[in-house]
């Protein structure tokens, strides 16, 4: 049983360029949610996503922007990168019946030059 | 003010101690609490969760939630050299399962 997986592992772009991230959830899984982790700082929500749309969304602006797909996998996207966007991305995935028990993948490490 | 505190640590422990990790928080609608363990270079994994004032158990691990004080902590029995990592608390802010997490606090379990 495959669990959460993210591409790619690691990023490097230039400030003011764009990203996208990928997520696929773990089997059986219909909810992802991203959160943006700082070095040495607790994960931050970025957003989550349900049947296609953004059911919540955190402190961020809307150069992060996001999408589902039918077969629940998820992409992030983050617009106009900032040296500050350098972090790691993860991604984790729920039920929408449990949405406590959640798994994180292994994340995208993004560092902006 | 930020919403979930933690002591960022270290902590040190010796072998086979109980390991005590405390969080608090501000928003005193929050209605769940979340542990999770990170090693280093690695993502979150869920510890346990808890809704009710008390203590809940699961193997080695004791989360207790304190509504009135607005505190949670995380007791670790028999700790082990594998349980070194950081320790992330989390709090249900919005429902839903929009987590706001603690900057967590790293254990070192020594032999």
């Known amino acids: 049983d495959a669990g959460v997986t993210q591409s790619p592992t690691h990023l490097i772009k230039t400030r003011g360029q764009q990203v996208t991230l990928r997520c696929s959830p773990k089997s059986g899984h219909d909810t992802v949610s991203w959160y943006q982790q700082a070095l040495g700082q607790g994960p931050q929500f970025i957003f989550q996503?349900?049947?296609?749309?953004?059911?919540q969304r955190g402190n961020f602006p809307d150069r992060f922007s996001g999408h589902q797909f039918p077969n629940y996998s998820s992409e992030l996207n983050v617009n106009a990168l900032l040296l500050g966007d350098s972090a790691l991305y993860l991604c984790?995935?729920?039920?929408?019946?449990?949405?406590?028990?959640?798994?994180f993948g292994p994340g995208t490490r993004l560092l902006v030059l | 003010q930020k919403e979930v505190e933690q002591n960022s640590g270290p902590l040190s422990v010796p072998e086979g101690a109980i390991a005590s990790l405390n969080c608090t928080y501000s928003?005193?609608?929050?209605?769940?609490f979340f542990w999770y363990r990170q090693y280093s270079g690695k993502s979150p994994e869920l510890i346990m969760f808890?809704?009710?004032?008390g203590d809940k158990e699961d193997g080695r691990f004791t989360a207790q939630l304190n509504k009135a004080s607005q505190y949670v902590s995380l007791l670790i029995r028999d700790s082990q050299p594998s349980d070194s990592a950081t320790y992330l608390c989390a709090v249900d802010t919005g429902g839903g399962n929009k987590l706001t997490f603690g900057t967590g606090t790293q254990l070192k379990v020594e032999l």
């Open positions: 996503y349900y049947e296609e749309e953004e059911r």
């Open positions: 928003d005193r609608g929050s209605q769940s």
């Open positions: 984790a995935s729920s039920t929408q019946q449990v949405l406590e028990t959640q798994y």
């Open positions: 808890i809704y009710s004032n």
